[in-house]
């Protein structure tokens, strides 16, 4: 099994940046860890994908967050991060880490307990 734990979150002003990160550990046969992303939900709305990055290194972005939010991955430590620039109060949610990885048994995703972050005026 892969456990995910996210760090980072915090409160920040609208147009300030932060940081976050997600360290994967497991245990038994894991082969690889796979597509590793953020999502976020906000209160009274449903989970959505922030950002994913595959094993080549290709990314993908919400819409909302193009050109503000870059994620990146550390392979040798197994984590993925975050950097968010240019924060806007609609970014304001629970962030969470999720990854999908491989075993004996099949592929499987897991998910992060999550990070509030919470953007003010």
């Known amino acids: 099994q892969v456990q995910l734990k996210e760090s980072g979150g915090g409160l920040v002003q609208t147009g300030g940046s932060l940081k976050l990160s997600c360290a994967a550990s497991?245990?038994?046969?894991?082969?690889?860890?796979?597509?590793m992303g953020w999502y976020r939900q906000a209160p009274g709305k449903q989970r959505e994908l922030v950002a994913v990055?595959?094993?080549?290194?290709?990314?993908t972005y919400a819409d909302s967050v193009k050109g503000r939010f870059a994620i990146s991955r550390e392979y040798g430590k197994n984590m993925v991060h975050l950097q968010m620039n240019s924060l806007k109060l609609e970014d304001t949610a629970v962030y969470y880490c999720?990854?999908?990885?491989?075993?004996?048994?099949?592929?499987?995703?897991?998910w992060g307990q999550g990070t509030q972050v919470t953007v003010s005026s």
């Open positions: 999720n990854a999908d990885y491989s075993t004996r048994s099949g592929d499987l995703t897991t």
């Open positions: 497991g245990s038994g046969s894991i082969f690889s860890l796979n597509t």
């Open positions: 990055i595959v094993t080549g290194g290709d990314t």
